[in-house]
């Protein structure tokens, strides 16, 4: 048997082989990355552990927590660029919410956020369910008229807000607080998973809408260029990550997530050529209910996004 360049003596094989069980060879992974909260970083990242309000009640709190305990085991080394994800994320940790229902959780996570979006060119709201999104998009605190939100979403989170905020209206919310419709984009939208009136209203809102057949016969590409293109106009653009709209096999975390939903390798591709836009200033990621996965599946995809969210943010044009 061979060690590295050196021949072992038949005899000593097993003590070789124990040797290399016992002292594995360590390789950078994202918590490198990982730096304090007053540390000098482009990227931020708050943790937004809020579950209430939830259509479906669950666990959307415990994601912040174990995404970043997930991050040891996403490595920073990309195979298919040949390049090392170097790009440091000031931490700000979790905002103290809990107990509170989505209107009290509104102003702390706003504000938390903007303290990145103040000193970060890009920040990472982990939820947390899909309210923390109307939060994540105030904190940039410009006109909603100059804004542009993208959702890669089952869902078009337009149920009435009548009886209160929940993680099934945030885009009506948003709307209702005077963003305009023109400039919302939705990709992935699930068949058998939305109200006609909802379509309907997104269409006649001024919404672009790209079905995940549409993203399946088009490819994401596709879809996230007509995405970005559809909110041009605007001066600044929040990505709105409902992992819901993986497909349930590749996703089992989610309680809105259905079998027919994009793959995991499409939601990476779209994650990274968003995150390369310099106008995206927030990306999110909401509606991982960890309990409902018994397996590490759902918090490795997780894990994987911040990844894809560096990686993009790394190859941004800055000339």
């Avoid at 001024?206 to 996230?224: K, P, Q, T």
Wanted: aromatic share 4%.
């Amino acid at each position: 048997m061979a060690v590295g360049d050196q021949a072992v003596p038949h005899g000593e094989w097993q003590w070789a082989a124990a040797m290399l069980v016992v002292k594995p060879m360590s390789w950078p992974n994202l918590t490198d990355l990982l730096v304090d909260a007053n540390a000098e970083a482009p990227i931020g990242m708050v943790g937004a552990p809020l579950s209430a309000g939830s259509v479906t009640p669950g666990r959307c709190d415990l994601a912040p927590a174990l995404l970043r305990a997930t991050l040891r085991r996403i490595g920073r080394y990309d195979v298919e660029t040949g390049r090392e994800l170097a790009t440091r994320i000031a931490d700000y940790g979790d905002v103290a919410i809990g107990g509170m229902s989505i209107e009290q959780a509104t102003a702390p996570i706003r504000d938390a956020c903007a303290a990145s979006v103040a000193r970060d060119e890009l920040t990472l709201l982990v939820g947390g369910n899909n309210a923390v999104t109307r939060p994540g998009v105030h904190a940039l605190g410009i006109p909603l008229e100059r804004l542009g939100l993208i959702t890669l979403d089952a869902h078009f989170d337009l149920r009435e807000t009548d009886e209160g905020l929940s993680n099934g209206n945030p885009v009506r919310a948003l709307r209702e607080d005077g963003l305009p419709g023109r400039n919302i984009a939705q990709v992935g939208l699930a068949s058998f998973a939305n109200s006609a009136a909802m379509h309907r209203d997104a269409i006649d809102g001024g919404h672009l809408v790209v079905s995940i057949g549409e993203v399946r016969r088009g490819g994401i590409g596709a879809a996230v260029a007509a995405a970005l293109a559809h909110v041009a106009h605007t001066e600044a653009i929040v990505v709105d990550c409902d992992i819901d709209v993986i497909d349930r096999g590749q996703l089992p975390g989610a309680p809105g997530a259905r079998p027919g939903g994009m793959a995991a390798h499409d939601f990476f591709a779209a994650v990274r050529l968003l995150a390369a836009d310099p106008n995206v200033r927030l990306i999110d990621l909401t509606e991982w209910d960890p309990p409902l996965d018994p397996t590490d599946l759902s918090a490795l995809v997780a894990a994987r996004w911040v990844a894809e969210c560096i990686a993009g943010y790394e190859s941004r044009d800055r000339d």
